[in-house]
C-alpha cells in the first residue's frame, strides 16, 4: 500500500502582499485615533496589529532569506518607525506609550526565560576550562574595547555611557549560533561544545555585568553629577547578582517541582502555562526587588525548569515532559517577543545615521565587537581546536544584544536615557552587522558535514 505524504507550502511572497496590503489602512487608522503625543485604546489595538503583522512579516522573509527572523522584526520596525520622514507621524505616539511598553518588556522577560529553559544547567557546570576561559575573554575584550571606541567618539559623555557601551558588546546569540552549527551538522564538534558552552557562560556573566553597570548609572541623580569610581558599590551590585543567581537556581531545583507537581491535583486546563508564568513572574520580580533587572530574574528561573517536573501532565495520548517545555510557552511568547524587537526597531532614528560621525561611530563598534570575540577564542586549550571558528561562532550579539541596547535606551540616569539617539542607533547596527555576517563566515570556514558521516 503506498503512502502519500503531503508536505506544507509556505505561503507564496503575494499572501504577504495582501498581509501588508490589510495592514495599510490599520496603521492609518492608528494615527487617527492618535496623535503624536497621544493613544487611544482603539489606537493601541490597530497598533499591536500593525506590530504584530510587521514582525510575523518581517520574520518571514529573512526566514526565506537565510536570516534570522529577529532581525527582519527589527527592520520592519525600523521602517515603521521612520514614516516620519514621509511626513507621517501616525505611530509616534506607539514609541513611548505604556501599554506597548509594558507587553514588550513581558515579551523581554519571556525570552529570557526561554534561553534559560534552552540553557543546560548540568552541561553549564561542566563545559571545561576552554569554555571557561573563553568566555572570561569574551566578556573582558568586547567591553574594553568598546569602552576605548566609546570614549573616542563621545568625549562628551561620562564614563558609565562608556562602560554601558562596552557591556552591549559582551552578550552573545545562543540561539542564532547554535542553529548554524545544526544546520551545518556539527553540533558534535569539539568547537561546537566549546562555543556553545562558552556562550551560555557568556550571557550569565553579561547579565552580572549589566546589572552592575546598570546599578551605577541609574545611582546618578542629577544631571552634572558622575558617580565615583569605587570599589565598594560595584563589588555590592556584583555580590548580589552572583548570590541572587545562586539561591534562585538552588531554591528553584528544590521549589519549582514541587509547585508544579501540586498543580497536578488541578482539572482544569492552562495549569501547566499559569504555573509555569508565576514561577518566571515571581523569581523576575524578586530580582528587581533586590536591585537587579528582571530579566536576570527570568534567565535564573528558566535555568532551574526540567521536562520530569511536568510529568504528572497529560495532553490527550501523551505526558507534557515528553515535548520542549518552550512548547508550552510559544502561544504567548510568539506574540510578545516580537512587539519588543519590532519596538526596539521603531525607536531606531535614520536620521542620526545620515550623519557622519555616527556612522563612523558605528563602524568602530562593529570592528570592536567582531575583534573582541576573535580574541576571546585564545582561551581554547584543547589541541586540534579551530580557534577561528569559536571567535567567529561567539560573534553574533542577536537578540541578547537587542535587549542590552534597548535596557540602555530605557534606564533613566540623572533623568536621561543613558543612550541617546544617535548612541543607540549605532548599536543596533553594531548588533545587525554581527548577526547578519556569522552565518555565511561560519559556513565558509566550517565546512557543512552530512549526519551520516
Known amino acids: 500500500m503506498e503512502v502519500k505524504v ?31 503625543t497621544h493613544i487611544t485604546v482603539s489606537g493601541v489595538f490597530f497598533s499591536l496589529v500593525v506590530l ?16 534570522p527572523s529577529v532581525l527582519g522584526e527589527l527592520l520592519f520596525g525600523i521602517i515603521l518607525g521612520n514614516l516620519t520622514l514621509f511626513g507621517y507621524t501616525g505611530l509616534e505616539a506607539i514609541k ?32 571545561g576550562k576552554s569554555a571557561v576561559f573563553v568566555a572570561i575573554l569574551g566578556i573582558t575584550a568586547p567591553m574594553l574595547l568598546g569602552y576605548w571606541v566609546s570614549s573616542i567618539f563621545l568625549p562628551a559623555s561620562t564614563w558609565y555611557v ?66 565615583a569610581v569605587t570599589v565598594q558599590p560595584i563589588l555590592l551590585i556584583f555580590s548580589k547578582a552572583i548570590a541572587f543567581l545562586f539561591v534562585a537556581v538552588l531554591l528553584g531545583r528544590y521549589l519549582a517541582g514541587k509547585v508544579l507537581h501540586f498543580g497536578t491535583r488541578f482539572r482544569i486546563r492552562g495549569v501547566p502555562v499559569v504555573l509555569t508564568l508565576c514561577y518566571c513572574f515571581v ?48 502561544p504567548i511568547s510568539s506574540v510578545l517577543i516580537p ?3 519590532v519596538l526596539i526597531g521603531l525607536r531606531v532614528n535614520l536620521e542620526s545615521l545620515f550623519s557622519i560621525p555616527v556612522l563612523q561611530f558605528a ?14 577564542s585564545l582561551g581554547v586549550l584543547d589541541k586540534g581546536v579551530n580557534r577561528i571558528v569559536v571567535g567567529i561562532g561567539m560573534i553574533p550579539r542577536g537578540e541578547v544584544g537587542l535587549i542590552f ?48 558521516s
Open 283 to 330: 523569581v523576575s520580580g524578586l530580582s528587581e526587588v533586590v536591585g537587579l533587572a528582571p530579566i536576570v530574574g527570568a534567565f535564573a528561573a528558566g535555568l532551574v525548569l526540567d521536562k520530569t517536573y511536568y510529568q504528572g501532565y497529560r495532553k490527550p495520548g501523551r505526558y507534557l515532559n515528553s515535548v520542549k517545555l518552550e512548547d508550552i510557552l510559544s
Open 339 to 341: 512587539v519588543f524587537f
Open 96 to 127: 513611548t506609550h505604556p501599554g506597548i511598553a509594558f507587553a514588550a518588556e513581558v515579551g523581554v522577560i519571556l525570552l529570557l526565560f526561554e534561553v534559560g529553559l534552552e540553557s543546560n544547567l548540568n552541561g553549564l557546570l561542566d563545559v
Open 162 to 227: 562608556h562602560l554601558f557601551v562596552g557591556a552591549t558588546l559582551t552578550a552573545t546569540s545562543v540561539g542564532i549560533t547554535a542553529r548554524v552549527l545544526k544546520d551545518l551538522g556539527r553540533m558534535s564538534a569539539r568547537e561546537s561544545r566549546i562555543i556553545l558552552g562558552a556562550a551560555v557562560l557568556d550571557d550569565v556573566l553579561g547579565l552580572i555585568v549589566l546589572a552592575v553597570v546598570t546599578g551605577i548609572a541609574g545611582s546618578v541623580t542629577s544631571v552634572g553629577a558622575v558617580p
Open 6 to 36: 503531503t508536505t506544507r507550502k509556505r505561503p507564496s511572497l503575494g499572501c504577504w502582499l495582501v498581509l501588508l496590503a490589510l495592514a495599510t489602512p490599520l496603521v492609518i487608522i492608528a494615527g487617527e485615533n492618535g496623535s503624536s
Open 363 to 376: 563602524s568602530f563598534l562593529c570592528i570592536a565587537a567582531i575583534l573582541g570575540k576573535q580574541i576571546c
Open 405 to 452: 541596547a534597548g535596557i540602555g535606551v530605557a534606564t533613566l540616569s540623572a533623568g536621561k536615557p543613558i543612550f541617546d539617539s544617535e548612541t543607540f542607533s549605532a548599536v543596533i547596527v553594531m548588533v545587525m552587522v554581527t548577526t547578519l555576517i556569522t552565518p555565511p563566515l561560519l559556513t565558509k570556514f566550517f565546512p557543512a558535514i552530512s549526519e551520516e
Open 52 to 67: 504584530l503583522l510587521a514582525a510575523k512579516i518581517g520574520g518571514e522573509l529573512f526566514e526565506r532569506l537565510g536570516q
